[in-house]
């Protein structure tokens, strides 16, 4: 006989999992309690709830596998809900469980607005955002429920679910033996061809292009195929375009990385990919910021091959009149595995010309884009500041990056080596994702490596308490404060569409505290760079510093991304626009 709140932790516990992150409340009192009862758990409480989801979104991702999150019901519910969207929309596995008010008190059938405190219909307002939702109304399916939660969590495309358990079940005793048990899941049909099906098409496909681009995405990291990946490349010396969830892939070093592409991407890059004859898209859904606006305007020259897990991914092109040649629905462990080496070797492409034409592209539009992000204004400018931090931070760096300029300038920046990971709510972009999630990757990867959280002082207010959690943990990471005085990633939409009107973007609108007294206040330690000449000293002395550090980095208000595209204008055509003879010069298809 067990108290279902202590068969919840031990089932938690054999999944694998070692920390679960949480905020405690009168509905999740018998979770919480059971959590830290267990000894293979390690409990770490958050100052928020919104946080102890976004460190359990960090943790998975950082340990590549699953995490987990409390809270208690209510409010403490929906403060989960920014960090779920950060799972769902990143497919990453996180099991969220809420605590609900007691069967008794519950509204069922009455059609009121609430009966008991705090009460609020968890499984309702989540269910567009997971995987797999459920209220726990009988004890005895508990085993089936959690069962269940983590296959649909793991299978096919990843990504979260909750279990909202009620006050006075979580109190009952049950009798593990007679629990009922989940069978698994039925295998469904494919709407699309299996890879066995197109397999010759696509060699024949990659022996006949002349100027090929393989896309990577998101899904290599997530299926664990980053060697496969490689090697797979590598035999067909093709070039790959990175987009920003997968940046990490390839050192900036490989001879065959251009470097990340998409709305905010770098001008070579989009040039390649937009002139390619050959895309083979792999883990990629390839959104508006990959595709840019309007959608049909994306390598509309091109072949394109698209291999996804998710057949809603692969069927959605139609609505927005976007043709694409052949659709695969596959694991990419299924992928890699059909392609032998020696077949690829003998469809690899000769594509020394095309990579040399790629690499004018880059040394010509970087030195133009390069000249135009040089500043008079006083402060570090943030171009300098994102090279100069990939070349100081170790090769075995876990880097956490948040939202706006900060994401943007660190992939149109950084210079990736080694085994460096940057991770990044790549499709939420939640403000203060960073903070939380890189205290869930120091519980995911300990010592392994050093930890740098990059985050704009816009994010930083938004899960600056935590802080406060860091200090309590001792967790030794190196923030990396961004201070541009607001929001420079709206101000730069207010240039393009508001005449620089920048209403609640800036200083006129929003205030900010003395960060050195603030982080002195949490007790790190802290130190200053507002020069490029301070630059390198004050990066190495946080690094080098024991325990955790605010770097602050002053940034000149008026720094903007540069280049990136405007809302209707196809990928090759960013801003600020190339005089239109250089432009022409460098299309190799027609120009819109």
Same mark, same amino acid.
């Given at each position: 006989?067990? *108290?279902? &709140?202590?068969? @919840? !932790?031990?089932?938690? =516990?054999?999944? $694998?999992?070692?920390?679960?992150?949480?905020?405690?409340?009168?509905?999740?009192?018998?979770?919480?309690?059971?959590?830290?009862?267990?000894?293979?758990?390690?409990?770490?409480?958050?100052?928020?709830?919104?946080?102890?989801?976004?460190?359990?979104?960090?943790?998975?991702?950082? *340990?590549? &596998?699953?995490? @987990? !999150?409390?809270?208690? =019901?209510?409010? $403490?519910?929906?403060?989960?809900?920014?960090?779920?969207?950060?799972?769902?929309?990143?497919?990453?596995?996180?099991?969220?469980?809420?605590g609900q008010v007691s069967t008794f008190r519950g509204v069922g059938d009455t059609k009121v607005r609430q009966i008991g405190f705090q009460e609020t219909p968890t499984v309702d307002i989540c269910r567009p955002i997971t995987k797999y939702v459920v209220g726990i109304s009988d004890p005895m399916r508990i085993r089936y429920e959690l069962e269940k939660a983590v296959a649909l969590m793991s299978s096919g495309r990843p990504g979260p679910a909750v279990i909202d358990i009620p006050d006075n079940l979580q109190r009952?005793?049950?009798?593990?033996?007679?629990?009922?048990?989940?069978?698994?899941?039925?295998?469904?049909?494919?709407?699309?061809?299996?890879?066995?099906?197109?397999?010759?098409?696509?060699?024949?496909?990659?022996?006949?292009?002349?100027?090929?681009?393989?896309?990577?995405?998101?899904?290599?990291?997530?299926?664990?195929?980053?060697?496969?990946?490689?090697?797979?490349?590598?035999?067909?010396?093709?070039?790959?375009?990175?987009?920003?969830?997968?940046?990490?892939?390839?050192?900036?070093?490989?001879?065959?990385?251009?470097?990340?592409?998409?709305?905010?991407?770098?001008?070579?890059?989009?040039?390649?990919?937009?002139?390619?004859?050959?895309?083979?898209?792999?883990?990629?859904?390839?959104?508006?910021?990959a595709t840019g606006s309007p959608i049909n305007t994306f390598a509309r020259a091109a072949k394109k091959i698209m291999i996804d897990i998710d057949p809603t991914e692969l069927a959605k092109f139609k609505s927005f009149g976007l043709n694409l040649d052949v659709l695969v629905q596959a694991d990419l462990r299924e992928f890699f595995c059909a392609f032998s080496g020696v077949e690829l070797c003998r469809a690899a492409c000769q594509s020394s010309d095309w990579l040399a034409h790629i690499n004018q592209w880059r040394e010509e539009f970087n030195g133009i884009d390069s000249s135009i992000r040089?500043?008079?204004d006083v402060g570090v400018n943030p171009y300098k500041l994102m090279r100069q931090l990939s070349e100081i931070v170790p090769q075995d760096a876990t880097v956490m990056v948040d939202t706006g300029c900060s994401i943007a300038w660190s992939m149109q920046?950084?210079?990736?080596?080694?085994?460096?990971?940057?991770?990044?709510?790549?499709?939420?972009?939640?403000?203060?994702?960073?903070?939380?999630?890189?205290?869930?990757?120091?519980?995911?990867?300990?010592?392994?490596?050093?930890?740098?959280?990059?985050?704009?002082?816009?994010?930083f207010m938004m899960n600056l308490q935590e802080l406060a959690t860091i200090k309590h943990h001792a967790v030794p990471i190196k923030i990396i404060l961004i201070n541009n005085g607001g929001y420079a990633m709206i101000r730069q939409t207010q240039d393009q569409w508001l005449g620089s009107?920048?209403?609640?973007?800036?200083?006129?609108?929003?205030?900010?505290?003395?960060?050195?007294?603030?982080?002195?206040?949490?007790?790190?330690?802290?130190?200053?760079?507002?020069?490029?000449?301070?630059?390198?000293?004050?990066?190495?002395?946080?690094?080098?510093?024991?325990?955790?550090?605010?770097?602050?980095?002053?940034?000149?208000?008026?720094a903007r991304v540069i280049p990136q595209v405007k809302f209707g204008r196809p990928n090759e055509d960013m801003e600020p626009l190339l005089p239109r003879k250089l432009f022409d010069e460098n299309m190799l298809i027609d120009r819109i």
């Open positions: 006989m067990i *108290k279902l &709140s202590d068969y @919840v !932790a031990q089932f938690i =516990s054999s999944l $694998g999992v070692d920390t679960v992150f949480a905020v405690s409340g009168g509905a999740s009192l018998h979770l919480i309690h059971s959590m830290d009862a267990c000894s293979q758990i390690k409990l770490v409480c958050t100052h928020h709830e919104q946080s102890a989801a976004m460190a359990a979104d960090g943790y998975a991702r950082a *340990k590549g &596998s699953i995490g @987990v !999150a409390v809270s208690t =019901s209510g409010p $403490g519910a929906t403060n989960l809900i920014t960090g779920i969207c950060c799972s769902f929309y990143d497919s990453v596995p996180v099991l969220y469980i809420t009952e005793v049950i009798n593990e033996d007679e629990l009922v048990r989940f069978d698994g899941l039925p295998k469904r049909p494919s709407q699309f061809p299996a890879v066995i099906e197109v397999k010759a098409g696509i060699l024949a496909a990659i022996a006949k292009a002349s100027r090929p681009v393989v896309i990577a995405g998101w899904g290599v990291h997530v299926a664990g195929m980053e060697k496969e990946f490689r090697e797979f490349v590598e035999m067909l010396n093709t070039p790959v375009a990175l987009t920003w969830a997968a940046a990490d892939l390839l050192p900036e070093s490989h001879p065959l990385n251009i470097g990340r592409f998409g709305t905010h991407g770098m001008r070579h890059a989009n040039f390649s990919v937009q002139n390619a004859d050959l895309i083979i898209s792999l883990g990629s859904r390839l959104d508006t910021k040089n500043s008079n920046a950084w210079q990736f080596r080694g085994r460096q990971r940057l991770f990044h709510d790549f499709n939420n972009t939640a403000m203060g994702w960073s903070l939380p999630a890189a205290i869930g990757a120091w519980f995911a990867n300990g010592s392994t490596g050093p930890l740098v959280c990059v985050v704009g002082d816009g994010s009107c920048y209403v609640a973007s800036s200083n006129e609108g929003l205030s900010f505290p003395d960060f050195e007294v603030l982080s002195k206040s949490f007790g790190l330690s802290y130190t200053l760079a507002d020069s490029d000449t301070m630059l390198f000293t004050a990066i190495r002395g946080a690094l080098e510093t024991r325990g955790a550090v605010l770097c602050e980095v002053r940034v000149p208000q008026s």
